[in-house]
């Protein structure tokens, strides 16, 4: 019984505080998902391996066959001290992070300077050296790698380093166990007419012999990847692949990239004698793994030919890992003649991750492996290494799914279902396709899937066994029931100054006009329906951008309505789960010229009237570049960032959760606070209760079944 008092009691007192306080809420962080893109992969011992790139470290402690991550910073270059135990990771505005436990932890050191760093070497456990590039503000000057940085007591302490001259750096390289280091860079010649005073064309090779200390100038020509077998005898890539034997004064041609028609990419030296080199096919974009065990006179092909190899390292002779541009890795311990799979962390896909909540506990999320929890976001489980563009589920056990896959020629929409929760996954149809597909099923016969602009519109009405295509006169479609659709037309697509409203009610088959809409030649952002009767529409108005109104229709679309000007800023989501209870997520900016997105807040409206009056639920700011969201109900939803430096390079992508209690309902007063008796107040209370445990029941009305299906 004590279990039950007191909850009850905390309602009661929130009964009686303010109707905004009640209806407050929170997001909160449920998964964070990383890019699986990697720059850098290092063997800190023959099991223990390290891999970086936009999401932080990943650790495999079993030699690339599974792997964890360990840090979730980004990451641009990582590199083992040569004790299996000790290493250091750089990155983004002068970050170092250190580890002395192979990769377990890392803990951030202090550069004291802000650098792009994006390279590092390493002599031993206390001694290594780092460079990257001045963040200047300069546009040209940023990209440019002349900062050197250097500590010989473990990171303790990181000092600059003065090198000659004015120079570009190229690459970087340390003797392990040895004092000798060499940087590779382009000359400043001055010429006041040029960015920064300087036009750069000489190559030189500066060569340390006191751990970076100092440096002396060696004239040399383009040498990257520079990889050294002892303080004499070392491999770099350039205009060929070349060779010095001693230590960087003079360099042979070992094989040249013009004569051959071929480019050269990862090496990985092993000897003096023996490399591993990746060389590229031009022409077919193929790549092929090749090993020289006697300086280059014959090379042998490693296992077979393979595309969109992103970084490839080797142990020794038999243990190698090699990472993709579709975020996987693999691992090899025979040299590279079999590669098998590693077992990786879901990993943010480069678009958009895709969410599906049935209630406010049971839901999934689609990345590189669809994720699926039954605590409302706490815990995460992997059920199925299936990779999909949208989701959504009917229940705890069967959903529907969509793939597209770009090969070659037109891209293909593929479209799953599941019955076990999403384990196992049976192909239904395909479809050529121009766009991201997106999913929605009303009930577990009737669906639809968007293939985008210029295509048809598939859908179901015997649970995917069979599929139709169907022409919806707009192509942003909101979808009610089995029968009941409505659709917005594009005025840029036809021409026109206003946007067309439309309405089915036989599944899609047949439309009906359902009213124009000013809209200043704006596509339509956001539309909701409740039923064949009610809708809303979000009427963007370019002239005064970003004011907007949120137009209403209670017949059909026979007439419209302004219901609410939306003076503040832009509408990012609607839905509305009957025709009063409805929420909305507006994102409001600065109106300053040199305001970043960063600024902008999102507001989370709720209307109980139909969209008359808005409460404010909580102001959330988030500097996410994209944000998608999903209600279960008209108290719980979720919602999507995702950070990083753009659509293609995709760093993290963050689902976070709302949940705010409803307000109390006083049977003297109505919504909110009241003047009833304690007695009173406790048996609504009682009565709510019962009702939060059938919030699944609820759910059924929630917002994805009738979210937008246009963007």
Known sequence: MRRVIIPLLALALASFASPAAAEQGSWQPRLSLYSGEFYSIAFASETTVWATGPGGVLLSEDGGASWRWTLNTPVNAVEPAGDGMHGWAVGVGGAIFATSDGGKSWNQQQSGTDVYLDSISAFDSQRAVTMGAVATGDIPESFRRNAVLRTEDGGATWVPVQLPEKVELDSLAALKGGSKAW??????????????????????????????????????????????????????????????????????????????????????????????????????????????????????DVGPPTIAMSALIYFDEQHAVRSFLDETLQWSNDGGVTWRLGTTPAFATRFRLAIDFIDPMNGWAAATRLLRTGDGGSTWEAVSDQQFDSLDFISSTEGWATQTVCLAGPCESIVFHSVDGGATWVEQVRHEASDTPHVAFVDRLN??????????????????????????????????????????????????????????????????????????????????????????????????????????????????????????????????????????????????????????????????????????????????????????????????????????????????????????VLPTTGEGRGSGSPTTALAALGAMGLALLSVGGFARLRDRRRRDAGG
């Open 183 to 300: 940087l590779s860079a382009t000359k400043c010649n001055p010429d006041p007419t040029a960015p920064n005073g300087c036009t750069f064309g000489d190559k030189v090779l500066f060569v340390s012999d006191d751990s970076g200390r100092t440096w002396e100038e060696n004239e040399s020509q383009t040498l990257w990847g520079m990889k050294f077998a002892s303080a004499s005898t070392g491999w770099a890539l350039g205009p060929s692949l070349l060779r010095t034997e001693d230590g960087g004064k003079s360099w042979q041609v070992v094989r040249d990239i013009a004569a051959e028609n071929k480019a050269f990419a990862d090496l990985s030296v092993l000897g003096e004698d023996t490399l591993m080199l990746v060389e590229i096919d031009p022409n077919t974009s193929m790549q092929q793994i090749v090993k020289t065990a006697d300086v280059g006179a014959t090379w042998t």
């Open 447 to 664: 669906g639809w899937v968007t293939l985008g602009r210029g295509k048809p519109v598939l859908h179901t009405r015997d649970g995917g066994a069979t599929w139709s295509e169907q022409q919806p006169p707009g192509g942003r479609l909101t979808f009610v029931d089995a029968s009941t659709l409505w659709a917005a037309s594009d005025p840029a697509a036809t021409g026109g100054g206003a946007v067309s409203v439309y309405l089915s009610r036989d599944g899609g088959d047949s439309w009906s006009p359902a009213g124009n809409l000013l809209s200043q030649n704006c596509w339509p952002e956001v539309m909701a329906a409740a039923d064949a009767a009610h809708a809303w529409f979000v009427s963007p108005d370019c002239v005064r951008n970003p004011l907007a109104a949120l137009l209403r229709t209670v017949d059909g679309g026979a007439t419209w309505q302004e219901v609410s000007p939306m003076s503040n800023g832009t509408f990012e989501h609607l839905a509305f789960f009957t025709p009063t209870d409805g929420v909305a997520v507006e994102t409001v900016c600065p109106r300053s010229p040199v305001s970043s997105n960063s600024e902008c807040q999102s507001q989370l409206l709720r209307t109980r009237d139909g969209g008359y009056t808005w409460t404010i639920g909580l102001t959330a700011p988030s500097t996410g570049t994209f944000k998608d969201y999903l209600f279960t109900d008209l108290w719980h939803g979720w919602r999507v960032d995702t950070f990083g430096g753009g659509m293609m390079a995709v760093q993290k992508q963050v689902v976070e959760s709302y949940s705010a209690m409803p307000p109390v």
